[in-house]
């Protein structure tokens, strides 16, 4: 009865909208879900007050026939949130799962969030269980309970407002307020609810699903069944169980989970559901009962109402929807307030599972611009739907249509063709993307965090100041957080100052997390305007670079320097700085920027060593190599870095510096270019690449073959100046205007195509003309010098463009097609692409007919099921097809991006294939168009091949009549009958059909001569490449100089074209022709085409008419020349800048000469031209011959390859001190000379006498891998004239001899000795004891010495032949040669023998007797100890500090290091001096005496003299004389060390000091002053940068003075360029209006008044609140004698100023004006402001300081006259008295004494009667 009641309410229905209230009232009581119906109605719909009434007529008439509960809704709307209300049931599927909150998504494009609150009571009871109990298990978290693509139930529990004031949808899946509507009695079995586990039994799990009085059980065994013995079910787990039992009238219940029997559960009327508890996600069957626009009415569980919006029909289906069908239906969402139901008919929420794939189908595409998107149906307040260019559906809500401040406008909108939009989100429930067509959003940089890149710089804006930093919005959803260490290069101690709420500022970005949406950012300005290299993985820090990162912690080890993406890294102490750093806190702080150079870097670890030392010397060589290394023109290889719109960033191999490869630059055919971009992938290396220009922001990069050839061949302009008029160029159209083209060439030149330059052809407009990207040959017609700027022509008829140019296009692109084909088969997951890219042209397949239409056939193949074959109407013309038929086709075009195959089934084309031969003509059928490809089939051969649609570069079709059509006729010619580039096809050249010519031909009114007439004329001029003829027709003729003279009869030296005169009748033979404009010859071809201008021959042989004459074309020409071949050339010009010299064998067959092969004496080089003539016949020899690239390369010398043994001329390329001379060689070789290999005698710096470019003839000696080795020994090159060699080749180790001297070159010195080359293939090693004489400890000494190339004398000590090992020695002893090493370095000599046993064992005995206390006193003890010493006899006089420190060096050694002899000289003892003064830092040995005996020895002889000559004995008064003598040295230096007072003379001196005291200004100022002494500015500057790097950033001052001192020196020596740098700079790092103040008082002491004034007027502007500005710019108008402007800027200083500050600056100016101007001006100042202020004693006191040194001594007694009267405190008076007194006492008469001493005793009366009073 209860649900009768609420199905059929009572209170019968209102017929009228007017009726009685007590109607009303009671159908509002009886049906509380119809109260507000029609109010609600209205409000969601919009609809008019009519519209309204007829509804709740339709809805009385449905309610009396008992058909309908619920009235159907008028329009189908889909959800808008302005309709979403609190209770609504709705069915939703997981979006996103954190620990907390689960994101939803909703129907119609809503998203809510679902509270882990909000989950069961159970679940909420047990959290917080867990919470208050110490138990560490692990808490069951959402992840635990959803996943994305979950579907379920859920009820809107509340609606939150935002901070920016949208609404937020909280979500519940809690059953009892689900289920709220259902009651114990309503259930029945058979009915699909939603629960959540309560608690886990022992045999199953009780259900809450949210009824109070009722048990629901779920047993075990029917969850094992569905999860398939998964886990078991956790409390708070959401599940949709089926009632298979109701128990005690609905008390206990029996649920089953199983997924087929749940989803195969339709609701039915027999379960009693009614409007109150009707649930989302129920399956009903429903039948259609009107089908609108916006979706379709449906009728379900016979008398309930519902809506199918247009998002939830099934799309395949959309169309077949009629009504009266039956269709199952899922509910979507109920409203219970509306009684609103909607329902859904996709697929996949009806399917059992519950579960949405919640991830679209093509990847992640939120936030992506698609453009060319279409609109298909546009939903009246819905919104519209639109198609993608991939064919994938989205839809743009109305709101998204339009910006939101303009008004709607549907129509608008739909009629625009295409639209671009963004995705702004993709829906799981409606399973469809969502747009937005509105411009700002679409405009806006950041849609989502994933958008934003680390490294990238960015603009936001001021949010909050926070404690831990600053947030910054960078669009209304994104904002970052500025760390407080980021807020600016320094720390601010008030932020808020510098920031306020909606400033606009710009950040890098530091890090970003998009998955938790975690943006951090930086304003250290050292970071936002770094142009360093970014590292923002540890990849990128490859060891070299250098970056700017920022220290985020400083330890006793080091500090961890972090740059972006947290990647981070340590520089350890000994690399923080050049000067030793021992505490890193007092030097560095946390937050500083500083540029670090990485050492290591282990990207695998994530581990990184840094270096801020190397950063500081500038080490940057590596960062810039790269740059410097890509010259115009050089071949390279790139990788893939990231795909954008115009073109793909790559890096350029193996160096990794990036470039820019623009799409247009892909490829010569602009269809193959987007092909090409489509199918290359990030990570993808390409090859072939050419650098086309570079500045210093990039290098731009080509793939194109045309512009390849073109710089590879250097016919390129370089800049302005090296363009000519006619030169002809191939470029790319740069930019189309209406009144031309802009053409780009190679290094950034751009030239202007006028409109009526662009083509033959009448051009109406240029857009129609040619493509952006395209390439074109363009010639120079015009130069403007001065303005820099140059137009070019892009007509045909003037452009040259070589024979073989349209074949060569032709397979340069096939073979990019090819190679597109083959990228896209190897990434395809699957075969298709794979088995097209296999397929050609031509090749027959086996298919079945699919369809049949009026436009062509479609056809299925067994081996391609996904492959769409097509053959269109003309291909299958009289052939009748029906569906199901087997046929044989042949292919026409693989479009292996769209998976397409064009075929034809025509018979002419299926037929047996015939032979063709080279050169016959055929009439060709065009079968098939592919923009710049076309198929035709050969005649009937049944051969197809692929042509070029254009024969020209230039080409252009303005009308469609110009383009090549199917079926369209072309005369071709078969150049190649099986060319291998096209995969076999035949290769031709066409024409468009011969009629067409002809009727050409007759337009120039010409008749023209045909191949092979023998015709008549005159000569009319003689050139010495060509004759002119005029015919007797009057038309004109060309004679080449290869055709006037018998080939046997050609003499070498010749001209032939000499043996004819001007005037000369002749009679010639026509073999082929020339253009007009071009003087290009023409290919022979057909007998009976005719020629313009005539090429002719004059040689007798060929005017024979009965000898067989026919044409022979280029390649056939070159294909008859062999390499070695001898044949005879006729000089036609030389290119001067390439330096070749280019000949002509035939009319139409030219070669080149280089410069090596010209000429064979290198004196030649200068002026190669003098040595041929133009027309000169000379006989040559083939080097190479190619017809595809066309190449004829020949020698004049007689010799056409390099041989071994022979002698080449070469030329230098480059000079390497280690390789020696890398030389070019003719005929394309290269080659190396050694050292060793320059000449027959050594000499010292071997390479000076070498330079780049040089000529030298080079003798052959071996070739390894491609690379000669060459000598240039004159032994080689000229064996019977020259002398014995000086120092002969070692070809061999077994040439050689121990004992035998041999000279040779220093190859390098390291710790295993030092290498010496003794020939190219031959290295001998004298060890470091086998060097030198003198001991060393370190090799780097004799590497300083020895360097790389210096030429010695060595002797060889031994050869081991089986390792190819020679040992040499370098000692004196043994090469008879001084020392390697100079005896001024006062090395000690190396012990030997029985001298280095003895020191051995005293140092042994030493270390064993002293102990730690007596080695401190070893200072003065050890001299004794050792008088006792054998060794103390004869060096008795030692000093012992100098064997004590001995000792010390001798323990930090290793044991086994050499024992020390000193030095040589008269005796040991001044040696021994030497080294214990040596202890001092920066004096040398001149500041100690010894003995006069030292200074004696013969310096050159020393050596042989020290081992014959014993020390003499000195009697024991001299020895204590030098002893004392030594001490008063050390004594008077340590006292120089110790004086401050002293200033230093040197920079070690300096440096010393700078140790001890860095922080310390004066010491820098005084080491720049020392450099400025010597005029050393860059060192001065240099020590003013160290110093501002080193002083601490505390010592503000300390900075502030060498910054001051370095604006001097700008000013001083600088420009005012520099001077401005360092000023900005010094601003950056100081407080700003000192610096100010300081460069002002610069310019003014340096007379720069100008610039003074002009500084001066920034101050008071910037600083306006400073009373020292203001007094400054007054001190410096008032010395400059501007009292005027002193007074007027006195004014502005008044009202600038507070108020309380304006006694005091009057004041000021006042003294001023006493000091500097009118001191009467002064006095007026002070008497109107004391007038004022009579009480400010202090400026009275200086009123009459003032007076007594500028005023007479009347005035000055009339002032203190007026002070003593003053109204002030006595203890002022009597200090004015005072005064008063001193200056009578000084100026005045004892009469004035007396008068003031009276005046006193007045005052004092006078005070002493009031205080009585």
Not at 370 to 379: A, F, I, Q, R, W
Request: aromatic residues 6%; proline residues 4%; charged residues 25%.
């Amino acid at each position: 009865m209860a649900s009768l009641e609420e199905d059929f309410p009572r209170g019968g229905s209102a017929k009228k909208a007017t009726e009685s209230k007590i109607v009303t009232q009671r159908t509002e009581v009886d049906n509380l879900f119809q109260s507000k119906e029609h109010e609600e109605v209205k409000k969601r719909k919009g609809a008019a007050k009519d519209g309204d009434k007829k509804i709740k007529k339709q809805k009385t008439g449905k309610e009396r026939d008992g058909l309908t509960l619920n009235a159907a809704a008028k329009v189908v709307e889909i959800l808008h949130i302005k309709n979403v209300k609190e209770g609504m049931l709705l069915l939703g599927c997981v979006k996103e799962v954190t620990d907390f909150e689960v994101t939803v998504s909703l129907p119609c494009g809503l998203q809510g969030y679902l509270s882990i609150r909000n989950v069961c009571d159970s679940y909420a009871k047990l959290l917080s269980e867990q919470l208050d109990s110490a138990d560490t298990e692990e808490i069951c978290s959402l992840p635990h309970l959803f996943y994305p693509g979950m579907v379920f139930r859920c009820v809107i529990a509340k609606l939150d407002t935002t901070k920016g004031g949208s609404l937020s949808i909280q979500l519940s899946i809690n059953p009892k307020l689900v289920n709220k509507a259902l009651s114990s009695s309503s259930l029945k079995a058979g009915m699909v609810l939603s629960g959540c586990v309560e608690s886990v039994e022992d045999h199953g799990y009780i259900v809450d699903i949210g009824l109070g009085g009722t048990k629901a059980f779920l047993p075990k065994n029917a969850v094992k069944e569905q999860h398939n013995n998964a886990e078991e079910l956790r409390v708070g787990q959401y599940v949709t169980p089926k009632v298979e039992e109701v128990k005690n009238e609905g008390r206990v219940i029996r649920l089953s989970v199983s997924p087929p029997t749940v989803a195969q559960a339709c609701a039915d009327s027999g379960q009693g559901w009614n409007l109150t508890n009707l649930l989302p996600g129920l399956l009903v069957k429903a039948t259609i009962k009107k089908v609108t626009k916006n979706g379709l009415l449906l009728d379900f569980l016979s008398s309930f109402s519902g809506q199918v919006d247009f998002l939830h029909m099934e799309p395949d289906q959309a169309s077949s929807y009629s009504e009266g069908a039956e269709v199952r239906a899922c509910v979507l969402y109920v409203e219970p307030s509306t009684r609103l139901v909607a329902l859904s008919l996709r697929s996949y929420l009806l399917q059992p599972g519950g579960t949405v794939d919640p991830y679209p189908p093509g990847g992640d595409r939120i936030g992506e611009i698609v453009k060319d998107c279409k609109m298909t149906t546009m939903h009246h307040m819905c919104g519209a739907m639109l198609e993608l260019p991939d064919k994938t559906l989205a839809f743009a809500h109305r709101n998204h249509l339009k910006e939101s401040n303009e008004p709607a406008n549907d129509n608008r909108v739909l009629a625009i063709p295409e639209h671009t939009c963004r995705i702004l989100d993709y829906s799981p429930m409606d399973q469809i993307h969502f747009v937005s067509l509105r411009k700002s959003t679409i405009d806006k940089p950041f849609y989502r965090y994933h958008d934003v890149k680390a490294g990238q710089i960015v603009e936001g804006t001021v949010s909050v100041l926070l404690n831990c930093g600053m947030v910054v919005h960078l669009s209304d959803h994104i904002k970052g957080l500025v760390p407080r260490t980021h807020l600016s290069d320094i720390v601010l101690k008030n932020p808020e100052k510098k920031y306020i709420e909606g400033m606009k500022i710009r950040c890098r970005v530091l890090s970003v997390d998009p998955e938790n949406k975690k943006l951090f950012l930086s304003r250290k300005k050292a970071l936002v305007a770094s142009s360093l290299p970014l590292f923002l993985s540890y990849t990128d820090a490859r060891p070299g670079r250098l970056s700017h990162g920022y220290i985020v912690c400083i330890k006793d080890f080091g500090c961890i320097v972090r740059f972006y993406n947290n990647v981070k890294g340590l520089v350890p102490l000994n690399e923080l700085s050049s000067a030793p750093i021992l505490c890193p806190e007092e030097v560095f702080y946390v937050g500083q920027v500083m540029k670090a150079k990485v050492l290591q870097c282990d990207p695998d670890k994530a581990k990184m060593i840094l270096s801020f030392k190397a950063a500081m010397e500038g080490d940057t060589e590596q960062a810039a190599k790269p740059h410097i290394d890509c010259e115009v023109g050089k071949k390279v290889e790139a990788k893939v870095l990231k795909k954008s719109v115009n073109g793909l960033e790559v890096s350029v191999l193996p160096d990794e510096f990036s470039a820019v490869l623009p799409t247009m630059h892909l490829s010569d055919h602009t269809s193959n270019c987007p092909l090409l971009w489509e199918s290359l992938q990030e990570g993808d290396n390409i090859s072939n690449l050419v650098c086309f220009n570079k500045n210093k922001q990039s290098v731009t990069l080509t793939k194109k073959p045309a512009v390849r050839w073109l710089l590879e061949e250097g016919v390129v302009a370089k800049d302005f100046s090296e363009i000519t008029v006619g030169m002809q160029l191939i470029g790319w159209i740069k930019n189309i205007m209406s009144y031309g083209v802009f053409v780009e060439f190679p290094y950034g030149l751009v030239g202007l195509a006028p409109k009526a330059a662009m083509t033959d052809k009448f051009l109406k407009d240029t857009a129609a003309a040619f493509q952006p990207g395209q390439t074109v040959m363009a010639k120079v017609t015009n130069l403007d010098e001065e303005k820099q700027r140059f137009l070019v022509t892009l007509k045909i008829s003037e452009v040259i463009s070589p024979e073989t140019d349209a074949q060569t296009r032709l397979i340069n692109g096939l073979q990019e097609r090819r190679a597109v084909a083959q990228m896209l088969a190897l990434r395809d997951d699957g075969d298709l692409r794979k088995q097209l890219s296999a397929l050609s042209v031509g090749e027959k397949l086996k298919l079945t007919v699919d369809t049949t239409t009026t436009t062509g056939a479609t056809f299925k193949s067994d081996d391609m099921g996904a492959a769409t074959i097509e053959a269109s109407k003309c291909h299958v013309l009289g052939v009748k097809l029906t569906p199901g038929q087997k046929v044989t086709a042949v292919i026409l075009h693989v479009d292996i991006l769209s998976t397409c195959v064009h075929v034809s089934i025509l018979a002419k084309l299926m037929g047996k294939k015939k032979s063709l031969t080279e050169g016959s003509m055929l009439t060709a059928m065009l079968q098939h168009v592919d923009k710049d490809f076309a198929v035709v089939s050969l005649g009937d051969t049944a051969q197809l091949t692929v042509i070029q649609s254009s024969r020209h570069l230039n080409e252009i079709f303005l009308s469609e009549s110009d383009k090549l059509k199917v079926g369209m006729s072309l005369a071709v010619e078969v150049i190649e009958a099986s060319c291998k580039e096209l995969q076999g096809l035949p290769l031709v050249s066409w024409e468009r059909t011969a009629s067409k010519r002809q009727h050409t031909t007759s337009e120039t009114g010409s008749k023209g001569h045909c191949f092979g007439d023998i015709v008549k004329g005159k000569v009319k001029t003689v050139k010495p490449t060509c004759i002119q003829v005029t015919l007797e027709d009057g038309s004109s003729g060309s004679v080449h100089v290869s055709e006037v003279v018998e080939a046997k009869d050609v003499v070498q030296g010749t001209f032939p074209t000499a043996s004819l005169k001007v005037g000369s009748a002749v009679t010639a033979r026509v073999i082929g022709g020339r253009e007009a404009s071009s003087q290009r010859f023409l290919p022979f071809s057909h007998p009976k085409f005719t020629y313009a201008i005539t090429e002719l021959t004059l040689i007798p042989s060929k005017l024979d008419e009965n000898t067989d004459f026919k044409p022979v074309s280029a390649s056939e020409k070159l294909k008859g020349y062999k390499v070695g071949e001898e044949v005879t050339c006729f000089v036609s010009k030389f290119n001067p800048e390439k330096k070749f010299l280019e000949v002509t064998t035939d009319p139409c067959v030219s070669g080149t000469v280089e410069l090596l092969a010209m000429i064979s004496d290198p004196k030649d080089a200068g002026h190669p031209e003098k040595l041929y003539k133009l027309g000169q016949v000379v006989r040559a020899k083939v080097v190479e011959v190619n017809s595809k690239p066309h190449r004829f390369a020949l020698s004049l010398t007689g010799v056409h390859k390099l041989e071994k043994g022979s002698v080449a001329l070469g030329m230098v390329t480059n000079v390497h001190p280690q390789a020696g001379l890398q030389v070019k060689l003719p005929h394309g070789g290269s080659g190396t000379v050694a050292i060793t290999d320059l000449a027959d005698a050594y000499r010292p710096n071997p390479l000076d006498a070498y330079s780049k470019d040089q000529l030298l003839r080079c003798f052959l000696l071996d070739n390894a891998n491609g690379k000669w080795q060459l000598s240039l020994r004159p032994s080689r090159l000229n064996p019977q004239q020259t002398k014995p060699a000086k120092d002969p080749e070692v070809l061999s180790v077994d040439k050689l001899k121990a004992g035998q001297l041999i000279r040779g070159y220093v190859k390098s010195v390291g710790e295993q000795g030092v290498f010496i080359r003794l020939s190219s293939s031959i290295t001998g090693r004298a060890q470091l004891q086998q060097s030198t004489n003198y001991f060393v400890k370190n090799y780097n000494v004799l590497s300083q010495h020895l360097l790389p190339n210096t030429l010695l004398t060595t002797k060889i000590l031994s050869i081991d032949k089986a390792e190819e090992l020679v040992d040499l020695s370098l000692l004196p002893a043994d090469s008879g040669k001084p020392d390697v090493l100079p005896e001024s370095l006062g090395l000690p000599l190396r012990l030997t023998g029985e001298e280095k046993k003895k020191h051995d064992t005293e140092v042994q005995k030493r270390k064993r007797n002293l102990s730690e206390s007596e080695q401190k006193q070893a200072v003065s003890q050890v001299a004794k100890k050792k008088k006792k010493t054998k060794k103390a006899k004869t060096d008795g006089n030692d000093s012992g500090v100098e064997v004590y420190f001995r000792e010390e060096e001798d323990k930090e050694e290793e044991p086994t290091s050499a024992p020390i002899k000193q030095v040589k000289g008269g005796s040991a003892a001044p040696s021994r001096l030497q080294v214990s003064a040596g202890f001092s830092w920066d004096v040398g040995l001149s500041s100690l005496k010894p003995a006069a005996g030292a200074q004696d020895g013969d310096s050159s002889d020393g050596e042989d003299q020290d081992t014959d000559s014993k020390p003499q004995k000195k009697s024991r008064h001299e020895q204590q004389q030098e002893k004392k003598a030594a001490e008063k040295a050390l004594v008077q230096r340590e006292v120089e060390l110790m004086d401050p007072s002293l200033r230093p003379q040197d920079a070690a001196a300096f440096e010393r000091l700078l140790l001890a005291s860095p922080n310390s200004s004066l010491l820098w100022l005084q080491y720049m002053a020392h450099h400025l002494q010597a005029t050393q500015i860059e060192q001065a500057r240099a020590v003013a940068e160290r110093a501002l790097k080193t002083i601490s950033f505390r010592e503000e001052q300390e900075k502030l003075n060498v910054w001051v001192a370095l604006l001097n020196l700008e000013n001083m020596y600088g420009t005012e360029e520099s001077l401005k740098k360092v000023f900005e700079r010094a601003l950056t790092f100081c407080e700003p209006m000192p610096v100010y103040q300081q460069l002002a008082d610069i310019y003014a002491k340096s007379d720069k008044i100008k610039e003074a004034e002009g500084l001066y007027k920034t101050m008071v502007k910037r600083f306006r609140q400073n009373k020292a500005v203001w007094l400054s710019y007054g001190t410096f108008l008032l010395q400059q004698g501007q009292s005027d402007a002193a007074a007027a800027l006195l004014q502005r200083a008044l009202k600038s100023l507070p108020s309380k500050e304006s006694v005091d600056v009057i004041g000021k100016f006042a003294q001023l004006e006493f000091r500097y101007g009118d001191s009467e001006k002064g006095r007026a100042m002070f008497d109107k402001v004391l007038t004022s202020y009579p009480k400010r004693t202090d400026l009275w006191s200086v009123f009459i300081d003032l007076m007594v040194k500028n005023g007479s001594q009347k005035e000055v007694r009339a002032l203190f006259d007026r002070v003593i009267h003053l109204s002030v405190g006595v203890k002022k008076i009597k200090f004015f008295f005072k005064r008063y007194m001193e200056y009578e006492k000084k100026h005045g008469t004892p009469q004035s004494i007396q008068a003031v001493k009276e005046k006193a005793m007045e005052f004092v009366e006078a005070k002493g009667t009031s205080t009585a009073e």
